[in-house]
C-alpha cells in the first residue's frame, strides 16, 4: 500500500466498508504473523541440529521483513488491501488489553517520569526539526508535519496536524513516508545499540518509547528486545500520545497566526474541546483495564488470558508493519524530508538515551 | 518555503477546520472490543473457553 500517498481509510476512522472486504487482508496478517512464528522456531532447530550458533530472530522481525518483501515485490493486492490496513486498530486492542498487565501506581510512576523526559525531548525534537527544515529549505507546513510526528506519534500525530494546519496531501505524504521509513530504521537499529550499551529491559522500553516516531514501529522496536521493553514502550509512547492535542493546537495557533490555516476559536472550552478532539482514546481504554487489574478484578489466569488475547492483536499489527511499508513511496518523496528526519531521529535518539540513563539512576527504575 | 503573508483567514468553531469527518473513530472501535475481552474476563468466561489451549503453543 502507499502509505504515502494513499487515504489511510482505518488509520483514524472506520468508514463503513463491508466487513466481509476485510477478512482476506487479516487472514493474511495472520499468515504472515505467523509465518514469523515458524521462522524464529525453526531457526532454533537448525541451530540445535547442527550444532551452529544462531541469533535468536524474534518473530517480529520476522513478520516485518516478510511483509516488507511481500509489499516491495509482488506488492499487496487489492483484494487484501482493507484488511490489512486495519493493523492499527489491532495495535490500539493490543495497547488497551496490555492495561492488565501494569497497576495504576506502576502507570503514575513511570508515567509520571516519562513524562517529564517527553517534554524536554519533544522540546529538542521540535526545535531540531524546524531548524533542519529551514536548512535544508522544506516547506515551512512540511517542517511543521515532521515535527509533530518526531515528537510525538508519527501517522496518527501528521494526520491530526495535517487537517488543524491545512498542510496539503504532499506535504503529509512525504512526512508519513519518512516517519515510517525512520520507524523502520529504528527497528532495526535500537535493539543492536541496546544490546551492545547492554540497557535493561526498562531502560531500553523507556527510550524506545521516547525516540522511536510511530506506536507500531515503538512496540515492535520493545518487542524485540524483549516483552518487558515492550510493555514499558507501549506506556512511555501512549504517554507521548496523549500529549497530541496539544502539540497540533500549539501549530495550529502559529500556522493561524500567518494567515495561512483557519484559526482555532479561542476561550479555554473551544481550546479544551480541541485537545480532547487529538486525544487518542484508546489510551482511556488502557487506563480502565489497568484500573481493574489494580482493584483486584482480575485473577491471575484472566490476566494470562488477556495477555494471550494482546499478543495476538500485536501479532497482526507487527505483520501489518511490514506489508504497510512502501519504500518506493519514500523514494518518490525525495531525500530531504527523510535526510531532515534521520538527522533528527539520531538528535533525539542520544538526547533521549541520555535522559534515560539519567533517569534510570536518579528515580531507580532498573 | 513561501512566507508570503496572507489574509487572515476567519477563526472558526473548535473542529477541524478540514471539516466533519465520517465513519466511528477507530479509537473507540478499540476500546470497546477492549471491553468486551475485560469483561469476559472479569466474569471468568475468557479463561474457561478453549481459546487459549488452542492459541497459545501457536503464539507462545
Not at chain 1, 502509505?3 to 476512522?13: E, G, I, K
Not at chain 1, 516516531?213 to 515492535?220: H, K, L, P, V
Not at chain 1, 479544551?272 to 489466569?301: D, H, M, N, Q, Y
Request: aromatic share 10%; proline share 4%; glycine share 12%.
Amino acid at each position: 500500500m502507499s502509505t504515502a500517498t494513499a487515504p489511510r481509510p482505518w488509520a483514524d476512522r472506520f468508514t463503513g466498508v463491508p466487513v466481509l472486504r476485510y477478512v482476506p487482508g487479516i487472514l493474511l496478517l495472520i499468515v504472515i504473523g505467523l509465518a514469523g512464528k515458524w521462522a524464529q522456531a525453526e531457526l532454533k532447530v537448525v541451530a540445535a541440529k547442527t550444532g551452529t550458533h544462531l541469533p535468536d530472530i524474534e518473530y517480529v522481525l520476522w513478520a516485518i521483513v516478510l511483509g516488507l518483501i511481500i509489499a516491495n515485490t509482488i506488492g499487496v493486492h487489492p483484494i487484501f488491501r482493507p484488511g490489512v490496513g486495519t493493523y492499527e486498530f489491532w495495535l490500539k486492542i493490543g495497547i488497551v488489553l496490555l492495561g492488565a498487565r501494569f497497576i495504576l501506581g506502576d502507570l503514575a510512576k513511570v508515567g509520571g517520569v516519562s513524562l517529564g523526559l517527553i517534554l524536554i525531548d519533544g522540546t529538542i525534537a521540535v526545535t531540531t526539526v524546524l531548524l533542519l527544515s529551514k536548512a535544508f529549505g522544506l516547506k515551512g507546513k512540511l517542517g511543521s508535519l515532521l515535527a509533530i510526528g518526531t515528537a510525538i506519534c508519527g501517522v496518527s500525530a501528521i494526520i491530526a496536524g495535517k487537517g488543524a494546519i491545512e498542510a496539503d496531501d504532499e506535504e503529509s505524504g512525504y512526512s508519513i513516508a519518512a516517519i515510517l521509513a525512520l520507524g523502520a530504521v529504528a527497528l532495526f537499529s535500537f535493539p543492536a545499540i541496546g544490546h551492545a550499551l547492554h540497557l535493561s529491559q526498562h531502560a531500553f522500553g523507556l527510550w524506545a518509547g521516547l525516540a522511536v516516531d510511530n506506536t507500531a514501529e515503538t512496540t515492535a522496536t520493545g518487542a524485540i528486545y524483549g516483552p518487558e521493553a515492550q510493555n514499558i514502550a507501549v506506556l512511555v509512547k501512549s504517554t507521548r500520545n496523549a500529549l497530541i492535542g496539544f502539540v497540533v493546537l500549539g501549530f495550529a495557533l502559529y500556522w493561524a497566526s500567518r494567515g495561512q490555516a483557519a484559526g482555532v476559536a479561542s476561550g479555554f472550552g473551544n481550546r479544551a474541546r480541541f485537545v480532547w478532539e487529538k486525544f487518542p482514546k484508546f489510551v482511556l481504554g488502557f487506563i480502565a483495564v489497568s484500573a481493574l487489574a489494580t482493584w483486584g478484578v482480575f485473577t491471575k489466569g484472566d490476566i494470562a488470558s488477556l495477555g494471550n488475547v494482546s499478543k495476538w492483536a500485536f501479532l497482526l499489527t507487527f505483520a501489518g508493519v511490514g506489508l504497510n511499508t512502501d519504500l518506493r513511496a519514500f523514494a518518490k518523496s525525495g531525500w530531504r524530508p527523510f535526510l531532515v528526519g534521520a538527522l533528527s531521529l539520531a538528535v533525539v535518539a542520544v538526547t533521549s538515551l541520555l535522559l534515560v540513563l539519567g533517569a534510570t539512576a536518579v528515580f531507580d527504575l532498573g | 518555503m513561501s512566507q508570503d503573508v496572507q489574509p487572515a483567514a476567519a477563526e472558526t468553531p473548535a473542529t477541524d477546520p478540514a471539516g466533519p469527518r465520517r465513519g466511528v473513530p477507530v479509537d473507540w472501535i478499540a476500546v470497546a472490543v477492549g471491553a468486551v475481552f475485560a469483561v469476559l474476563a472479569a466474569v471468568r468466561v475468557l479463561p474457561a473457553i478453549p481459546w487459549d489451549t488452542v492459541t497459545i503453543p501457536l503464539i507462545k
